[in-house]
């Protein structure tokens, strides 16, 4: 599929904000409303774990094709219809390989081989590893049948960025799928969407660290002089699992990292973080910050099944409950959650 055609199907993120969304007409509060999350399609991750080999492995994907395609399925039925559908990140496994790459292995290959990490493959050279391409253009497929009055909301992963950054891996995903960092209003609800692998490792681009840096500190200034009904981030790497004082791990950030975010955002008001990349479902609470950990519509690595997460914006709080696919496509929405929509 050409960049034409993607920007013809998609409501691609252009100069930090969402085409999808007028901010002048959506400062405002106009009442309840909700919106589907969802993270880690990361076609060709099954086949990969299946056989424990993260790095060389997933040369097939018809599973997670399947998969989104129900999710597609799935968030069409729903009426109302949600006011977006936020993927939150590893849209493919294929990583856009680097040469650093070879003297830094994708953390996630000792995951997925229990401690042990595969040589590199030096043949894949600095234009992405074997099927992105492909797995790219299978997703994007899929992703085209989503209802147009639906707008697809795209979060940067390590699996879409790499591990380590760079201009060139940033610059691939802005041209495939859009600014990897921008804001948009709903509602009356200011949404910031992240890029967390700056926090993960930035040696590489660091001036462009420093810019997301910086612009996040202007958006956090107007959630905090209170110019939202509710302030919400959306990033692929979870602040933490459980607790705010957990140990570091390959799922989470660095406590000095996750420390220094979660202060910035609960002094500025945000009242919850939507993330993925640990394929389980967790999170927790700091202080009065809500940190979501949503499971994936790919592979599972827990016992949690392939879903969704549906989350409900009234003016006094923020509630989610996650949905297995054939849950959410067979039944919809429940009662409880239907009735908080139709409030004030």
Known sequence: MSAAEVGGVFHR??????????????????????????????????????????????????????????????????????????????????????EEDANHMDSFSSVCSGGESPSFDHSVGVHGTPWRKEQTEDLQRVLKDLDREIPLVLVSGNHDLGNIPTAETIEEFQHTWGDDYFSFWVGGVLFLVLNSQFWYNASQCPALKHAQDHWLDQQLSIAGQRKCRHAIVFQHIPLFLHSIEEEDDYFNLTKAVRKELADKFIGAGVRAVFSGHYHRNAGGTYQNLDMVVSSAIGCQLGKDTHGLRVVVVTAEKITHRYYSLDELRREGIEEDLMKLMKEE
């Open 13 to 98: 993120a252009r100069d930090r904000t969402l085409d999808a969304f007028l901010a002048e007409e959506e400062r405002e509060w106009k009442g309840p409303f909700y919106f589907i999350q969802g993270a880690d399609p990361q076609f060709g991750l099954m086949k990969a774990w299946s056989t424990g080999d993260c790095d060389h492995g997933g040369d097939e994907w018809s599973q997670e094709i399947r998969l989104t395609e129900q999710a597609v399925q799935a968030v069409n039925k729903l009426n109302p219809k949600p006011k977006f559908f936020v993927l939150c990140g590893d849209l493919i496994h294929a990583m856009p390989a680097r």
